[in-house]
């Protein structure tokens, strides 16, 4: 299994140009590929990252602003013209659907796989997805328009059995292996109890993400984001823009990194730069008087939460 | 004034890669940008021409198959972004305003230029346009759905003015430089003749452009299109495919080269090229046997028509 990972694919906001990229990027978690946000050019990012189209199964949009999906009509056609057989999954506000319908409807396509639309209208946390080892949640933003973060947590893991130790006591059956993973003592025939922890290993440790883009200085978020592993938080302007960052409902590098120090977080990655900065590495600086274990995100750059 | 010219954003059929862009060009004919078909990334593709976004005013879109315009809703919004106050005329298939209008009916943006949609859902060649010195004919053609083409031809302009000839004739007055721009000839007070070819210059010569993309192989074009200056005509497959051309509605290059020698055209580009064939100079190679003066497009090139 490969480790969680965060690919970003785009990191702008805005307007697209030949160096800068819309919102796009897509966590690796226990084998899934997430899509999260989708800005025009995603599926020509997704090609240079070397990611099969074909790994993407759920796909989550934060809002209906252009520059975090308007290359999603694109990627599903393209989907489509590539034989796709395999259901999409897409978790995004009410609308979307809408948009989706009226393209394919007016090109007369007949789409050979099934998209499943999970309309979010709620302004309160819900979780919205759910499988064997993972769980995604909303988390309620202030933008200017109906905005959801998405909470990423790895369910926690049963315990690994320590082969080794395990055979050196005959009487444990393949019939006892599930509880000794669900850590309970064992038992011998003579009534000695064998502790746990001398039968198996520590599971993995269980990672967590939080995308919050976009969105104003927002406090409501930090309850819920407490201590994640990795912390994508917007940061369209530097601190000497605040009062364009307040107009707008965006955030500075410097209110980012408050949120991630009240929230505790392991590290914080800054993104969605407005493009009137060409060096996003002067987001880093003004975050790291605050925070230290920051980065600005770069497109088609990696970073592993296990870290 | 700027010579008549065509500048190929893209002009590869279906899915945009890292090298492939889909079918959008600009052709600047009499001082105006006119931007024909808008595939994903051709906001992109117009920063790398260097060519300025306000001065595109109208926007020929052939058909709603999505490598033909899903980069005129990003395009549309970047303007709104920019500030654009002014207008864009955007001709269409029906369909293409409910399609724009949902999008901002959904990111709740009321854009600060207006759009007037010009739907088009004739079968029948239509003049769609009209300027002082241009005019623009539909050109209907043949594929899986409703789609035109498009026919661009300047205006027959008026003499010009020989001043220095016309300077030796102390009788010729500024009132009388209309008539001579309209190939009258002069009568001195006199009653002498003085013809007109000996006061005035040829005008510049009169261009036209047919943008023929997608279609099958279809000869009632042949009519409207004949003695163009530049034909641009699909050639998705090579002729060793022409069972897949006829399946899909497209042509071979084979078939453009023959629609150009029947029309007389002066000059064939070809393009909206299958990504199945990374060398498309083959294209060029198979029109050649058919027609002489053929090139096959490629993106950020220019062509100029008085060549």
Redesign the interface.
Known sequence: MDKTSLTILGCHS?????KFYPTAQILEMKGAFFLIDCG??T??QL??AKIKFNKIVHIFISH???DHF??L??LL??FH??GREKSVYIYA?K??K??ID??F????TRLKFCIDHIELSSKKLEKIMETEKVEVYTIPLKH??YTNGFLFKEKPCHRKLNMKEIKKISSIKIEDYKNLQLGKDFRTKEGRIIPNYQLTLDPPKILSYAFCSDTSYYFPIIEQIKYVDLLYHESTFLKKEEDRAIKTGHSTANQAACIAKKAQVKKLLLGHYSNRFPNFKAFEEEAKEIFDNVEASEPLKTYYLDE
Chains 1, 2 share one sequence.
């Open positions: 805005s307007i697209p140009t030949e025009e050019g599926q020509v090609r240079k209906l602003h252009g308007f290359g009509i694109g056609s393209t013209l590539l506000p609308g979307l809408e948009i009226v393209h409807k007016w090109s007369y200017r328009i």
